[in-house]
T-cell receptor, first 115, second 116 residues
Framework: AQKITQTQPGMFVQEKEAVTLDCTYD???????LFWYKQPSSGEMIFLIY??????QNATEGRYSLNFQKARKSANLVISASQLGDSAMYFC????????????FGSGTRLSIRP | DTAVSQTPKYLVTQMGNDKSIKCEQN?????MYWYKQDSKKFLKIMFS???????INETVPNRFSPKSPDKAHLNLHINSLELGDSAVYFC???????????????FGPGTRLTVT
């Protein structure tokens, strides 16, 4: 069965600093993808970045990048030059290889940016 | 234009009632989902449809019944509401099934259901 662990329930970071949000997963599927989503206090879920398990390079999207270590089964989200608007819940998600596998979301990390 | 819309945004009702939440997407996506987010922000998949076919049916009480009249719509009907059903329910869509590629989900604004 798949499992996702986000070990940091809450984090405080100074504005303009970089921050790393941890995500480790456990899946037996041979091929999978990793998604990160952001949920601001307004409630909507916003897609940030995707990493495929067979991608050769770490995914990047603007200020967001993934530190993907397949052997360790970790896909940490790095936010560079944090902004006040980055304050939100962040979720890591791993869908399985087939519909027989669950779509699992981690428990989330609440990130607060200090001015 | 709203990509994924849900109605209503807020729903307050009494135990034992039956209620429905509607979801529509105008993205032309093939796959739609229902999620439940509890008070601790834990997000759990409930159902998923691909081209009107049910493809994910997680362990939820059979009081919950999804219906997809066409691939742009996915509704959720809940019978005999209980206090524990209070949560935020999110509808989402993706171009295709998540496990087939980098198909990110687009989420609706959520429906906050409060059962008293």
């Amino acid at each position: 069965a798949q499992k996702i662990t986000q070990t940091q329930p809450g984090m405080f970071v100074q504005e303009k600093e970089a921050v790393t949000l941890d995500c480790t997963y456990d899946t037996s599927d041979p091929s999978y993808g990793l998604f990160w989503y952001k949920q601001p206090s307004s409630g909507e879920m916003i897609f940030l970045i995707y990493q495929g398990s067979y991608d050769q390079q770490n995914a990047t999207e603007g200020r967001y990048s993934l530190n993907f270590q397949k052997a360790r089964k970790s896909a940490n989200l790095v936010i560079s030059a944090s902004q006040l608007g980055d304050s939100a819940m962040y979720f890591c998600a791993v869908p399985g290889y087939s519909s027989a596998s669950k779509i699992i979301f981690g428990s989330g990390t609440r990130l607060s940016i200090r001015p | 234009d709203t990509a994924v819309s849900q109605t209503p945004k807020y729903l307050v009702t009494q135990m034992g009632n039956d209620k429905s939440i509607k979801c529509e997407q105008n993205l032309g996506h093939d796959t739609m989902y229902w999620y439940k987010q509890d008070s601790k922000k834990f997000l759990k998949i409930m159902f998923s449809y691909n081209n009107k076919e049910l493809i994910i049916n997680e362990t939820v009480p059979n009081r919950f019944s999804p219906k997809s009249p066409d691939k742009a719509h996915l509704n959720l009907h809940i019978n005999s509401l209980e206090l524990g059903d209070s949560a935020v329910y999110f509808c989402a869509s993706s171009q295709d099934r998540l496990w087939l590629g980098p198909y990110e989900q687009y989420f609706g604004p959520g429906t906050r259901l409060t059962v008293t």
